[in-house]
């Protein structure tokens, strides 16, 4: 189990996962601004060369996410996985290349840009309990 708090945000975060699955606790001091963002673009050592491939992403609904995710040289790389959050979303706000873009759910897009997905939750003092499933397969 890993826990931080993230003073600029007034988010207390555990973490704790399997070879496959991760899960999420955020924990709101202001529980008006209950807010989770992915960050789908996010490359680990572009300067050696790593770059986004592909970002295949389905919004199944507000409240569950899939994607299969391509970082690095080539489609053979690629990680899939599953989002699922404990309550539906409010909103949902799609960034590509740090421009707000239109979105509907559910939606099902493939992209190369640098994507991040804004999730805002409603007003709760509820934790928000997130399980990422991981696969290298599909």
Excluded: C
């Amino acid at each position: 189990l890993y826990k931080v708090t993230l003073d600029n945000f007034g988010v207390d975060v555990a973490l704790t996962s399997t070879d496959r699955v991760g899960f999420h606790k955020y924990t709101y001091k202001n529980k008006a601004d209950r807010r989770v963002m992915l960050d789908l673009g996010h490359i680990l050592q572009p300067n050696w060369g790593h770059k986004l491939v592909s970002n295949d992403v389905e919004l199944v609904n507000n409240k569950e996410i899939k994607e299969r995710y391509a970082p690095g040289v080539g489609y053979f790389h690629a990680v899939s996985y599953r989002i699922l959050f404990s309550e539906p979303a409010e909103s949902i706000r799609l960034f590509k290349a740090g421009k707000e873009d239109n979105l509907s759910v559910p939606e099902a897009f493939t992209s190369v840009d640098d994507l991040k997905i804004h999730f805002r939750f409603p007003e709760s003092d509820k934790p928000i309990l997130v399980k990422v499933a991981l696969s290298p397969v599909d």
